[in-house]
């Protein structure tokens, strides 16, 4: 079965301190992992996928597939990144239909 | 461009009503999803269109759930004898083919009472 799991719905640092949003998965293939972000009174947007290796507003995040992880990273957090994160996957089997975490909310302090 | 548009932005109904929610993605978007998210819940996926044809309902919780796109563009999610466990915000996305980027719609929050 796919599943996706965020072990913190909450997490809180301070502007200029790094930030480690995790992200957990299981999938009997080869799923393709995303980082979509939902900023205050905004639509739901993505953020980065994996295969496109890029970096989006300092953020990145490298697939490990041996501990079928996909944590979102930032070495140092801006106020605006204050929003809510999901982590998602979708199999490369079949149109990608996606399975997301139930999401954290991540708040940078001043 | 315009992005994804669903109407209405709220919906509140009585237990046992029927509802139709509507989704109108990016002109030229061959694949359009529709996904239920729950409170503190992230989003789950319903059903996936391709064109005209529903491609995977395997999301649809029941019976009661129906979607249609008929001609390709414009979604309409039917919801029959709604029950006060449907309340949820319910997004449309679309993507060019179905294997890129899905862009998401505002959503319809939906109350059942």
């Known amino acids: 079965a796919q599943r996706v799991t965020q072990p913190e719905k909450l997490l809180s640092v301070f502007k200029g301190a790094p930030v480690e949003l995790k992200c957990n998965y299981s999938?009997?293939?080869?799923?393709?992992l995303f980082w979509y972000v939902q900023y205050s009174r905004q639509r739901l947007q993505l953020l980065l996928r994996h295969i496109s290796r890029e970096s989006i507003k300092g953020f990145t995040a490298d697939l490990n597939k041996g501990e079928t992880s996909f944590h979102l990273k930032k070495p140092f957090a801006q106020e605006e990144d204050s929003a809510m994160y999901y982590c998602a996957l979708s199999g490369f089997e079949g149109a990608q239909k996606l399975v997301f975490g139930q999401g954290t909310r991540l708040t940078i302090n001043p | 461009g315009a992005g994804v548009s669903q109407t209405p932005s709220n919906k509140v109904t009585e237990k046992g009503k029927y509802v139709e929610l509507r989704c109108d993605p990016i002109?030229?978007?061959?694949?359009l999803y529709w996904y239920r998210q729950s409170l503190g819940q992230g989003p789950e996926f319903l059903i996936y269109f391709q064109g005209t044809g529903a491609a995977d309902d395997s999301g649809l919780p029941n019976d009661r759930f129906f979607a249609v796109r008929p001609e390709g563009s414009v979604s309409t999610l039917k919801i029959q004898r709604t029950e006060r466990g449907d309340s949820a915000v319910y997004l449309c996305?679309?993507?060019?083919?179905?294997?890129?980027?899905?862009?998401f719609g505002p959503g319809t929050r939906l109350t059942v009472t």
């Open positions: 999938y009997s293939g080869s799923p393709e």
């Open positions: 002109s030229g978007h061959t694949a």
């Open positions: 996305a679309s993507s060019p083919t179905g294997y890129d980027e899905q862009y």
